[in-house]
């Protein structure tokens, strides 16, 4: 019965975010996609399609699919229904309370058919799957902490790369989040082996080195040198603290940089990427501007973290309407958990961090593997969504989907996870009886004498 009830609210879902745009087809409306697609071209068996002006993995999925936006797009909205019909059986099947489990899904639902997620998988952009490989790893790797076998680990691992390669800001987010999550891996493999352990450390191992190799493809294709110039127009030279900080750190700043304050990178016939008096600063910006930046996140966090809450408002209020080429929100809700959106305002952003937080420790006291998954899934959401803004002053909006859209999946997971625990607690302090849900959380919590 449940397997049919989600099939048929799989094919209405379908059929109302496809049916009425489809015989005018999905054409690609975008800058971005027209390089996508031109990366795509070049196909995977020649070298320069892996180092190109776009990472690998949508090119790749164009070059598969190998047809129009119709089949682009019929493509991304299957596989997004299908990675949050996935996570929604693993919350089923991991969550022990039935009444937790069946509330979590029913929130996960009203997410999954919001139109500010929804509307991307008509459009051939990166956002989507980003979306869509995200939710499939928050699925993959709670298997994986259940159940740590090798077979999941590679599922979980080939997941989380693909989608590391999907857009460069990933990539970098997560590498950032990776190598401190290794050396405590590698720290807790030397007390004690167990497979977990083992298996956690090769993985995240293996998704440094794609880390490395997308930076390898940022450096050799140069594909991050017009966000960085309009970081350079619009948020360095207009704050004189910034431009200090960059031009103590060698960036030449003259008469002509400066008649650059407030452009972006395309401004004025493309200047800062072609005038010839900007040589001295695109030689700084393609080598020691690169380090300045990547120090800024740190030692000017202020700056970023000030610049970002005054983002954060508006894109919590974003509803995308100016994506939404397809009308998409006038066939599927728009929002659908009111007031109680944990991305929908400040004050509910706020109180779903404390919450995760604290239940994410409630579920580390019954079991630590547990509570590491809950890290796991809350700090690279919220390292993706400094980085990400961070990373270019334009579209900021746009490139803060993917984190938000995470740190939405991250709160219902975390917080479902957390209540269980204390639940399966409360029942073992409250005396020997054992019952079937006991029964079931013990068989699905099999893993936790190894940790």
Do not use: C, K
């Not at 997410?111 to 509307?119: D, G, I, K, P």
């Not at 750190?249 to 493309?270: F, I, K, N, Q």
């Amino acid at each position: 019965m449940a397997r049919s009830v989600v099939a048929v609210t799989a094919a209405i879902f379908l059929v109302r975010v496809l049916g009425e745009p489809w015989n005018a087809g999905f054409d690609p409306f975008f800058p971005d996609t027209a390089s996508y697609i031109r990366v795509s071209h070049r196909s995977p068996f020649h070298p320069r399609f892996w180092f190109d002006e776009r990472p690998p993995t949508y090119p790749l999925v164009l070059w598969i699919i190998g047809g129009g936006g119709r089949a682009v797009v019929v493509f991304q909205t299957v596989a997004y229904v299908v990675a949050w019909i996935w996570l929604g059986a693993v919350v089923w099947q991991r969550i022990a309370s039935r009444p937790v489990a069946a509330v979590a899904i029913g929130v996960l639902v009203l997410t999954a058919v919001q139109a500010r997620w929804t509307l991307w998988t008509t459009l051939m952009l990166t956002e989507s799957l980003s979306i869509t490989l995200a939710v499939a790893a928050v699925a993959a790797w709670w298997q994986f902490v259940a159940e740590p076998l090798r077979w999941r680990l590679v599922v979980a691992t080939s997941i989380t790369a693909a989608w590391m390669l999907l857009r460069d800001s990933n990539a970098v987010s997560f590498t950032v989040f990776a190598a401190p999550a290794l050396l405590l891996a590698i720290l807790l493999l030397r007390r004690a082996a167990t497979d977990l352990r083992r298996y956690s450390a090769i993985g995240l191992a293996g998704l440094i080195a794609v880390g490395a190799f997308s930076w390898i493809g940022q450096v050799a294709s140069d594909r991050g040198e017009a966000s960085f110039h309009n970081n350079v127009g619009l948020r360095w030279l207009p704050d004189p603290e910034m431009t200090s900080f960059f031009e103590s750190r060698g960036m030449p700043v003259d008469d002509v940089l400066l008649a650059r304050t407030g452009s972006d990178a395309w401004a004025a016939g493309e200047a800062f990427l072609r005038d010839p008096a900007l040589s001295e600063y695109r030689d700084w910006a393609d080598g020691r501007g690169r380090v300045a930046a990547a120090e800024s996140f740190v030692l000017a966090a202020p700056f970023w973290l000030d610049g970002l809450r005054d983002d954060l408002g508006r894109s919590l209020r974003e509803e995308y309407r100016g994506y939404d080429l397809f009308d998409v929100g006038g066939r599927v809700p728009r929002r659908t958990l009111g007031p109680f959106d944990p991305i929908g305002s400040g004050v509910m952003l706020a109180v779903a961090t404390v919450a995760s937080a604290a239940y994410a420790l409630i579920a580390a006291r019954r079991r630590r593997a547990l509570g590491l998954y809950a890290g796991f899934l809350l700090i690279p959401a919220w390292i993706d969504l400094y980085l990400s803004y961070a990373g270019d002053a334009v579209e900021v909006s746009r490139h803060l989907v993917g984190p938000l859209s995470r740190l939405s999946v991250a709160f219902v997971v975390v917080v479902a996870i957390g209540i269980d625990s204390a639940i399966a607690w409360m029942r073992e302090s409250a005396g020997p009886a054992v019952d079937d849900d006991d029964l079931a959380w013990s068989a699905q919590d099999g893993s936790e004498a190894t940790w």
